[in-house]
């Protein structure tokens, strides 16, 4: 599980910022907590163009580069207004009872990326450009040149293509982690799985059908179960799901009116649940992250305070990574105070984010009041409208 994160000049953030995912001493929602003390996820709150996105990013980029086709050295993720030619990121996991480390940077005046891994303080991995070095199948270590390690590729990434890891339980129990991992941009309807499995909606219920998510629906008190199907009927209404008759569409049927409704007339929130539920249930149950950017998007206060409580009661070794301006879920009946930051921009420094329980807010106390007061910093500073009659 991902224990922490480390942004260096990159997009919005010029100062060094890390984000320490280890939980504290609160003792609220143990359940929000897995077994190796890892919490089970966090939300990132602020201001429009504050940086929430950018912390998303930093995470999601580590899974573009080792699964997905993506160029390093794209100088789009260097601050702009920052002092260096060079942006990093570093991640810590906790894996089997194992701390795993890895860092990259990327040189974008000198076109080179540096790389380095290490697995409870063992150095496993070194490449400075085009040369690299592997301590993972043997101790003294095997070299490598450029003929082996692409310019604008992740050495890690051709190392693990080209061994499994297979000599390493650890290391390959961190990328079977990795690999389990989903990216949602609700806003875009956009899905990323990084493993084998496809999550769109169709492909969910023609591989699995309707019963897993109307048991959610049912058990969780929702007014609809849906239909996958050529053919639907309710009332006096049938709709066909086109001439061929292999061809199937998701209906949406309301509880006590049983009439099918076809998937794009329902509302933009039964969409929008819908599109992600598959992805939802499938981290839940198997582990992995979930990274969630727009979260609030169509959904009314209460489904996403029952999302986010199901996830955090349900999973295992699963964490929900998200940003949302939904300030109903900065309460201690959803979240812990360890598990909330704000982030906000300060013009020529950048983005920076504070934890929620480094103010050491009690247990009692109203954490969403005390956010919307200021007292955690990310609020937006616009001027109050007048309401007085000109």
């Known amino acids: 599980m991902l224990s922490k994160i480390t942004l260096d000049n990159f997009k919005s953030f010029k100062n060094k ?72 990121l570093s991640y810590e996991f906790l894996i089997e009872g194992k701390t795993v480390k890895y860092f990259f940077e990327v040189d974008v005046e000198k076109d080179m ?54 000599s390493n339980s650890i290391l390959s129990a961190w990328m079977d982690y990795l690999k389990r991992s989903i990216y949602i941009n609700i806003f875009d309807r956009q899905i990323v799985s990084y493993g084998p499995t496809e999550l769109s909606v169709a492909h969910y219920l023609e591989k699995g059908g309707c019963e897993t998510i109307n048991r959610f629906f049912d058990e969780y008190n929702f007014e609809q179960n849906i239909e996958y199907d050529h053919v639907s009927k309710g009332g006096n209404v049938r709709l066909v799901a086109g001439e061929d008759e292999n061809q199937k569409y998701i209906f949406f049927k309301r509880k006590g009116i049983d009439v099918p409704i076809p998937f794009l007339e329902e509302s ?93 807010p009690r247990s009692a106390q109203n954490i969403e009041k005390m956010y919307v007061s200021g007292v955690f910093g990310g609020l937006p500073e616009y001027k109050e409208v007048n309401d007085e009659a000109e």
């Open 17 to 88: 910022t890390t984000i320490d995912l280890a939980k504290t001493n609160y003792t609220i929602l143990p359940q929000n907590v897995a077994d190796n003390g890892v919490l089970k996820g966090c939300i990132f709150v602020g201001a429009n163009a504050s940086g929430k996105s950018t912390i998303i990013l930093g995470v999601k980029l580590l899974l573009d580069f080792l699964f997905s086709e993506r160029d390093l050295n794209s100088g789009i993720f260097l601050c702009m207004f920052g002092d260096s030619p060079c942006y990093s």
């Open 113 to 166: 990326i540096s790389e380095k891994l290490w697995l409870d303080d063992m150095l496993m991995l070194e490449r400075m450009g085009l040369s690299a070095k592997s301590y993972i199948a043997e101790p003294n270590g095997v070299n490598y040149d450029k003929t082996d390690v692409g310019k604008n590729t992740l050495f890690l990434r051709t190392l693990y293509f080209n061994t499994k890891f297979a």
């Open 268 to 360: 933009l929130g039964n969409q929008n649940l819908l599109r992600i539920l598959p992805a939802f249930l499938t981290v839940v149950k198997s582990g992995g992250m979930l990274l969630i950017d727009e979260f609030s998007s169509g959904f009314h206060n209460e489904l996403e305070n029952l999302l986010v409580r199901y996830f955090m009661e349900k999973s295992g070794h699963a964490q929900m990574l998200f940003v949302s301006h939904s300030t109903n879920l900065l309460s201690n009946s959803i979240l812990r105070p360890d598990q909330e930051y704000s982030v906000e921009f300060q013009n020529k420094n950048g983005s920076s984010v504070r934890r929620f329980s480094s103010e050491q």
